[in-house]
């Protein structure tokens, strides 16, 4: 077995979940650093971990980070070590459990000096004190699992923190922080296919990865798609070719139809010919949760719902230790020689978002809850998962995590493009209900006509297949203000138009 990744979150539970320090231990620690004033200070700086500790030396139950030692120092224990981190892989597969609670379990970092957030490891070359523990580090006998680090695009103390919380968030055994969303979403396949290989992909996605399945990488890497109606499993099943087919590929909550994939059934049916599912979950944090129902590898946009800020670019890998171990790999690893790297900068903003992503997500998908079934009433033709006249509606009710409602997104149907516009020029330019704008997850509400934006890449063949109107209005609910006072804007952008025919009967 491999160790575990660096970026796992699964690690023994501590004995002592709420350490304190005592006046004699901070003492120890205050000569500690005078015994030794050459040593950078961060050696000696203090982590608590209220559970799951990785690669530290324990002081009964105060935990220091593994501080970089001399190449030949502790051979025995690290042959201990390494004994025991295997035993952990096996230990603690991943299972079920409420996301919220998984993130406030996962290992907590403390900043240098005691303060209560982590500190910021910017540099992007880290020394040793000896010049043998290089070649170790080159070799991969030593790593970030003991605190040693070589070189920011490989590993980052901060950026593998952000990799844990996402690991921790998905249940997954590791997971990897990427430059961009698309970034992690190349890396993948590129990781999974070779040339000549295969991908079996939803008809309905994103339309930059719908532009790199169908364009880019037929072209650069003599690796094709065969794209199918994920809710039609004999397609599924009969576009898979055993021995050529690589991965499964399908978005849990489609962009921008809103079409929900049945995560466990698809998974049975790819992984019975031994292909990989990988499934974007860029929709559904905290809603679903892929790899618990079966996912091979989950990708996301963090620049979405788990930024919640619109202002940083961002993604993340999240899968087995053995798959982003190969992502790292020095000769063959695409994270590792393309260099999707995330800024440690950023990793840090996003760290500090993610605990309270939970409460953001209930009450994005309330109000949209609550705004899809107004729109209904006023005549809207309206697409939301959370409406029981949805064709999916009981399969995300019986996949979700309980609490977390049914997205943030909903979708309103024009018919045409005009129509579109004008609705959302009314409400971002007379009542102020939201903003037009592409992308999601941001604390105002954001509008765009999908079919000539963000799924813009693809023909008009391809959108009619993907379920794509030419009017279709993606909504992306935002929580300023009060409900009412939003859903009062919206209801005073309707009475303005003054076309009876802007309202589609359903």
Known sequence: QQPPHPH??????????????????????????????????????????????????????????GKKRSAGSDDADHDDF??????????????????????????????????????????????????????????????????????????????????????????????????????AISSVLLQLCSSGGHVVASRSLYGGTHALLTHFLPRACNITTTFVDVRDFEMVKDAIVEGKTNVLYFEAVSNPTLTVANVPELCRIAQDKGVKVVVDNTFAPMVLSPARLGADVVVHSISKYISGGADVIAGAVCGPASLVNSMMDLHQGTLMLL??????????????RIPHLG?????????????????????????????????????????????????????????????????????????????????????????????????????????????????????????SGTLEQRWSQFEKALSRMQDSSLFQKN
Not at 32 to 39: D, E, I, K, V
Not at 339 to 352: D, I
């Open 8 to 65: 796992s979150s699964h690690f023994p539970e501590s004995s002592h979940p709420l350490p304190y320090i005592d006046n004699a231990l901070a003492q120890f620690l205050h000569h500690l650093r005078l015994l030794s004033p050459t040593a950078p200070s961060f050696f000696f700086s203090l982590y608590i971990f209220f559970s799951r500790p990785m690669a530290e030396t324990q002081f009964n139950n105060i935990v220091f980070p």
């Open 82 to 183: 390494m004994v025991a981190k295997k035993q952990m892989v096996s230990s603690f597969p991943p299972t079920w459990e409420d996301p919220v609670a998984a993130l406030a379990s996962a290992r907590h970092e403390f900043g240098e000096h005691g303060g209560v957030n982590m500190s910021i490891e910017a540099s992007a070359t880290f020394t040793v004190m000896e010049p043998e523990t290089m070649r170790r580090m080159f070799t991969g006998e030593l790593g970030p699992d003991r605190d040693f680090f070589i070189y920011s695009r490989h590993f980052n103390p901060t950026v593998l923190n952000l990799s844990r919380q996402m690991a921790a968030l998905e249940g997954t055994e590791a997971a990897y922080c990427t430059s961009s969303g698309m970034s």
């Open 339 to 352: 260099g999707p790297t995330m800024n440690a900068k950023v990793a840090f903003e996003l760290s500090e």
């Open 359 to 479: 409460l953001r997500m209930k009450e994005h998908c309330h109000r949209a809850l609550v705004y899809a079934s107004r729109m209904k009433k006023h005549g809207l033709k309206v697409i939301y998962p959370g409406l029981e006249d949805h064709p999916d509606h009981v399969l995300l009710k019986s996949m979700g995590n309980k609490e977390y409602g049914y997205g943030g997104i909903l979708c309103v149907d024009m018919e045409t493009e005009e129509r579109a516009n004008r609705l959302m020029n009314h409400l971002q330019n007379y009542t102020q209900f939201g903003l037009m704008a592409v992308s999601l997850g941001y604390y105002e509400t954001l509008m765009s006509c999908s079919g000539s934006s963000t799924s813009s890449e693809m023909n008009p063949e391809e959108k009619a297949l993907a379920g794509i109107s030419p009017g279709l209005v993606r909504m992306s609910i935002g929580y």
